[in-house]
C-alpha cells in the first residue's frame, strides 16, 4: 500500500525567511496530495492541495509543487511569519479508486516554528 | 468548519469500560471518517463509512467498531478501553471537489487510565 515519508519532523526558522517541508510517496497511482496546518489543540485544516495534472500551486505565501517522476512533493512557505507555527501534515491519495484504495494517506508531520 | 462536531470533547475512563465517541455533520456528507492522533504517528485511520450502514477498516481498526444508522452520525466504539487508547481522536467528512478532500471535527481527547 501507499506509504508517505515526510521531511524534516521539525523546522525552526526566522520570521521573513522561507520554510520548505518535502514528502514523498510511494504509489504512482496516487493523484491527490494536501496539506494540512494544524495548530496546539486545534484541528487539521485543509490550506492547499494539489492533483497530478498539476505541478504547482500557489495560493498567497504558500505553494506546492509535485514532482510525479520522483514521487515527491513539496511545501513552500515564503516570508514566514509568528501565525505560520504550528504542525504541518502532508498526505497522498488515490482520488479515483474505490474501497480503501481511495482513503487520505499522512505523513507523520513536522512541527514549523517561526521565531520573530 | 465543514458543519461537523464531536461529543465528548474531552473523556477520562477507566481500563476496560466500554466507551462511544460521536460525530455529527450536518452537510448529508457521504463519507465520513475517524482517525486517531499520536505523538509521532500522524494520523491515522481507523474505520470509514462510504454510507449508512456501510463501513470498512483502515489501517488501525483492532479494539475499535463503528456503526453509521444514519447520515449525518458516525459512532466510534471502544468495547473494552485499554490504555493503548489513549488518543486524540478526530471525525473528518469528505467534501464535494472530486478528489479526497478531508475536512475535520475539532476532535476528543480520551484518556484511558
Known amino acids: 500500500g501507499e506509504n508517505v515519508e515526510q521531511h524534516p519532523s521539525t523546522l525552526s526558522v526566522q520570521e521573513g525567511d522561507s520554510a520548505v517541508i518535502k514528502c514523498t510517496y510511494s504509489?504512482?497511482?496516487?493523484?491527490?496530495f494536501p496539506w494540512y496546518k494544524q495548530e496546539l489543540g486545534k484541528r487539521p485544516q485543509l490550506i492547499i492541495d494539489i492533483r497530478s495534472n498539476v505541478g504547482e500551486k500557489k495560493d498567497q505565501r504558500i505553494a506546492v509543487t509535485l514532482n510525479k517522476t520522483a514521487k515527491h512533493f513539496s511545501l513552500h512557505i515564503t516570508e514566514t511569519q509568528p501565525e505560520d507555527s504550528a504542525v504541518y501534515f502532508c498526505?497522498?491519495?488515490?482520488?479515483?479508486?474505490?474501497?480503501?484504495?481511495?482513503?487520505?494517506?499522512f505523513g507523520k508531520g513536522t512541527k514549523l516554528s517561526v521565531k520573530p | 468548519d465543514a458543519g461537523i462536531t464531536q461529543s465528548p470533547r474531552h473523556k477520562v475512563t477507566e481500563t476496560g469500560t466500554p466507551v462511544t465517541l460521536r460525530c455529527h455533520q450536518t452537510?448529508?456528507?457521504?463519507?465520513m471518517y475517524w482517525y486517531r492522533q499520536d505523538p509521532g504517528h500522524g494520523l491515522r485511520l481507523i474505520h470509514y463509512?462510504?454510507?449508512?450502514?456501510?463501513?470498512d477498516k483502515g489501517e488501525v481498526s483492532d479494539g475499535y467498531s463503528v456503526s453509521r444508522s444514519k447520515t449525518e452520525d458516525f459512532l466510534l466504539t471502544l468495547e473494552s478501553a485499554t490504555s493503548s487508547q489513549t488518543s486524540v481522536y478526530f471525525c473528518?467528512?469528505?467534501?464535494?471537489?472530486?478528489?479526497?478532500?478531508?475536512?475535520f471535527g475539532p476532535g476528543t481527547r480520551l484518556t484511558v487510565l
Open positions: 463509512s462510504y454510507g449508512v450502514k456501510d463501513t
Open positions: 452537510e448529508n456528507h457521504r463519507y
Open positions: 498526505a497522498a491519495s488515490k482520488a479515483n479508486y474505490g474501497g480503501s484504495q481511495g482513503n487520505l494517506i
Open positions: 504509489d504512482s497511482a496516487s493523484n491527490y
Open positions: 473528518a467528512i469528505k467534501g464535494t471537489g472530486g478528489y479526497n478532500e478531508q475536512f
